[in-house]
């Protein structure tokens, strides 16, 4: 039986050795970067913004720089096509949101299109599902478009 009142027993046997963090070259090695495909297919007025892979902290930038690029142009709507997103955290959401904001700002629609299941649960969860028009595919918003694919 350990007696924890007495001073000269102690319940640590080793040394305490402070956390470092680990180098560089560890994290670099750690796994492959998530990535994401940003495909944009546009004309008559419209485009279609279809997302292939991971939309996170690490890959949010390159679709808020397509879409903001996108409203730059005269277009009355974008829709964003999500049925090939893998995963999306609250960075994706957040970017979605701030995303449909600036649009409006250009007066173009923003909405959204074969939302997967787990991402239309976090969109009700936090209460978002209903700030968004959304669509269960793209294919009346396609018609006459023409594709410039891209990776980001």
Known sequence: MIDFEDPTHSRYTEPFTPWSAPDRSEVASAGPRPQLCVAVTQGDGGAVVTLTG??????????????????????????????????????????????????EDHLVTLDLCCVPYPIRRLLEITDLADVFSIRPSAALHSRNLVGTDGFD
């Open 54 to 103: 991971e939309v996170d902290v690490a890959t949010v930038t390159s679709l808020e720089r397509r879409v903001r690029e996108l409203l730059t142009l005269p277009l009355d709507s974008v829709l964003l096509d999500l049925g090939g997103v893998t995963f999306m955290d609250s960075s994706g959401l957040q970017a979605l949101y701030h995303l449909r904001s600036i649009a």
